[in-house]
T-cell receptor, first 115, second 111 residues
Framework: DGGITQSPKYLFRKEGQNVTLSCEQN?????MYWYRQDPGQGLRLIYY???????QKGDIAEGYSVSREKKESFPLTVTSAQKNPTAFYLC??????????????FGDGTRLSIL | GIQVEQSPPDLILQEGANSTLRCNFS?????LQWFHQNPWGQLINLFY???GTKQNGRLSATTVATERYSLLYISSSQTTDSGVYFC?????????????FGKGITLSVRP
């Protein structure tokens, strides 16, 4: 079935450690996105990529890094510079069209906690 | 940046009741999506609605872009409708598109 797969579902990080969250899609979508959700809040954009080997910072990129070496993959690294990483992380993808904007579709998320 | 406000922040319904959820936004947008986040955190697309009215079963949505608001209607609510409903607006600047979310409306449907 076509969709977006995020792994792992739950992740624990020790102080000073970098961790990488995986996001894979088989929808042949051009664009991919990473969002962070804190309790009682909406989603905030961390990074996005509209084409392979290119990505842009969103609203809260500090302490995070990404890569886009393949169309279907957009991993997010939470670095030790991110002082408050405990959150729910959601990955999304969409078609990039020159005409009407296309909807974003979401994975099931990864919950990251600090040990 | 654009502001997205949803109201009411919390809503409690008895099963079978109807409800209207509102989304106001502060600027012109290219598109608007409504999502339902279930208790497990999954974000489900409900509607993709830049303007006009769409219906899907017991749910319908209306966006009046010129007046910068959208409404989500839930009829004959069921306990499985519980969760958080998000409105998100899409703005395109040059080659890039950005989705901005409201803070959500928490709906609890009681049996």
């Amino acid at each position: 079935d076509g969709g977006i797969t995020q792994s792992p579902k739950y992740l624990f990080r020790k102080e000073g450690q970098n961790v990488t969250l995986s996001c894979e899609q088989n929808l042949n979508h051009d664009a991919m996105y990473w969002y962070r959700q804190d309790p009682g809040q909406g989603l905030r954009l961390i990074y996005y990529s509209q084409i392979v080997n290119d990505f842009q910072k969103g609203d809260i990129a500090e302490g995070y890094s990404v890569s886009r070496e393949k169309k279907e993959s957009f991993p997010l690294t939470v670095t030790s510079a991110q002082k408050n990483p405990t959150a729910f992380y959601l990955c999304a993808s969409s078609i990039v069209a020159g005409g009407p904007e296309q909807p974003q579709h979401f994975g099931d998320g990864t919950r990251l906690s600090i040990l | 940046g654009i502001q997205v406000e949803q109201s009411p922040p919390d809503l409690i319904l008895q099963e079978g009741a109807n409800s209207t959820l509102r989304c106001n936004f502060s600027d012109s947008v290219n598109n608007l999506q409504w999502f339902h986040q279930n208790p497990w955190g999954q974000l489900i697309n409900l509607f993709y609605i830049p303007s006009g009215t769409k219906q899907n079963g017991r749910l319908s949505a209306t966006t009046v872009a010129t007046e910068r608001y959208s409404l989500l209607y839930i009829s004959s609510s069921q306990t499985t409708d519980s969760g958080v409903y998000f409105c998100a607006v899409l703005m395109r600047t040059g080659a890039n598109s950005k989705l901005t979310f409201g803070k959500g409306i928490t709906l609890s449907v009681r049996p």
